[in-house]
């Protein structure tokens, strides 16, 4: 069976501190991957999303940058952390040509908080 | 613009009744695919329900249903029975293409809670 990792599950960085948060899925291969990002009462917001190794696609101009450097390794970096990238991240997953729903599959998140 | 929303910012429902959230989608794409999530507290989010644009008939699964009205462009869940364990955030989203990958659109979400 499939399964996905994010870790750290908490964090807590100051304001122009770096940042590195990992995902992983096992069980399978070549899977699309995801990042989201979660204000406090608020909807899913993509950041990233990547169909390969190195392929990386951004939603939207921002503080972070994403990479991946495996099949199925995803990370979420920034160099110098911002008050407003405090929120709930979420890595997610499909499986490439899985039929009419690709449903998307997620991670148990990451709560930054950069004080 | 793709867009989903969800007008019911927060609900309130006695356990045991049944409960509909709303949700209105807007695309101009023929092929498209409607989902629902549910957020406990712990923020997990969990696959509910999903729709395809071409499906006939309405999606159901377990105590869930989805109405599906696509001339009003509208996919609103049902629940039938409410537990007290479905009090969560609830999450509309629209499927789309874009760029070789399909990415999700979601709404801003409804706050259910089932009082006991």
């Known amino acids: 069976s499939q399964t996905i990792h994010q870790w750290p599950a908490t964090l807590v960085q100051p304001v122009g501190s770096p940042l590195s948060l990992e995902c992983t899925v096992e069980?399978?291969?070549?899977?699309?991957l995801y990042w989201y990002r979660q204000a406090a009462g608020r909807g899913l917001q993509l950041l990233f999303y990547?169909?390969?190794?190195?392929?990386i696609s951004s939603e939207v101009p921002q503080n972070l940058s994403a990479s991946r450097p495996q099949d199925r390794q995803f990370i979420l970096s920034s160099k110098k952390l911002l008050l407003s990238d405090s929120g709930f991240y979420l890595c997610a997953w499909t499986r490439p040509g899985q039929g009419a729903t690709y449903e998307q599959y997620f991670g148990p998140g990451t709560r930054l908080t950069v004080t | 613009a793709q867009k989903i929303t969800q007008t019911q910012p927060g609900m309130f429902v006695q356990e045991k009744e049944a409960v509909t959230l709303d949700c209105t989608y807007d695309?101009?794409?023929?092929?498209?695919?409607l989902f629902w999530y549910k957020q406990p507290s712990s923020g997990e989010m969990i696959f509910l329900i999903y729709q395809g644009s071409y499906d006939e008939q309405n999606a159901t699964e377990g105590r869930y249903s989805l109405n599906f009205q696509k001339a009003r462009k509208s996919a609103n869940l049902v629940i039938s029975a409410s537990q007290l364990g479905d009090s969560a955030m609830y999450f509309c989203?629209?499927?789309?293409?874009?760029?070789?990958?399909?990415?999700?659109?979601f709404g801003q979400g409804t706050r259910l809670t089932i009082n006991p």
């Open positions: 695309t101009s794409d023929q092929s498209y695919g």
């Open positions: 989203a629209m499927r789309v293409t874009l760029g070789g990958a399909q990415k999700l659109v």
């Open positions: 990547s169909v390969g190794i190195g392929q």
């Open positions: 069980g399978t291969s070549n899977p699309n």
